[in-house]
């Protein structure tokens, strides 16, 4: 059974900065994407970041330039570095991972709140 555990979150001031975790069980070259959510009440979960086996990334509109994922095959874990936050990233963010099999599997989740 794969595990994400994610780590990292908490409360920050405006302008401040945050780096999430996400340690998976299993071994990261088995993974075709890895990348994380987050998702607000009453809103749909929306994509953040996402990077791929061959280390392509992908961010949001609203967080490229702020934000970097990047991924430690040698640790299977991947990172999201969150600079200049504002309070509109508060959320609760998940991890997630697609395998090659065709699986898909995600995190807890761990709550970033932004506020002064």
């Known amino acids: 059974q794969v595990q994400l555990v994610e780590s990292g979150g908490g409360l920050v001031q405006p302008g401040g900065s945050l780096r999430l975790s996400c340690a998976a069980s299993g071994i990261l070259s088995s993974i075709r994407t890895t990348g994380w959510y987050r998702q607000t009440p009453g809103k749909q979960r929306e994509l953040v970041a996402a990077?791929?086996?061959?280390?392509?990334?992908n961010y949001a509109d609203s967080v490229s330039g702020r934000f970097t994922i990047s991924r430690d095959n040698g640790r299977n874990t991947v990172y999201l570095q969150m600079n200049s936050l504002n309070t509109e990233d508060t959320a609760v963010y998940y991890c997630?991972?697609?395998?090659?099999?065709?699986?898909?599997?995600w995190g807890q989740g761990t709550q970033v709140t932004v506020s002064s």
């Open positions: 990077i791929t086996g061959g280390g392509s990334t």
């Open positions: 997630y991972a697609d395998y090659w099999s065709g699986s898909t599997y």
